[in-house]
């Protein structure tokens, strides 16, 4: 399994969910687990997925989930688990 992260911040609007979670079942990306807020109107997502079966590879898929923050105003981040983790240790 490669699982990886995917961070969403950003205003909220509606939408947003709906675009990422369809292109990542287009590009059968699996979602693993998910959590969502919304705090005074902004918008928060944290995904982890696995990308072993996903159609493209892990450089396009970030790239392309970047340009697709950028059409919805939102910025989308995926990075490989092992670097999510060695980021955010105390």
Not at 46 to 69: C, R, S, T, Y
């Amino acid at each position: 399994m490669k699982k990886t992260i995917i961070t969403v911040l950003g205003k909220d609007r509606v939408g947003i969910i709906a675009k990422v979670c369809t292109y990542l079942a287009n590009n059968k990306v699996n979602i693993l687990d998910i959590s969502q807020t919304i705090v005074q109107g902004f918008f928060n997502m944290m995904m982890i997925v696995d990308i072993n079966d996903a159609q493209k590879d892990f450089d396009i898929i970030q790239e392309e989930l970047a340009q697709i923050g950028e059409e919805i105003g939102v910025i989308i981040k995926l990075q490989r688990e092992d670097i999510f983790q060695s980021m955010h240790r105390i």
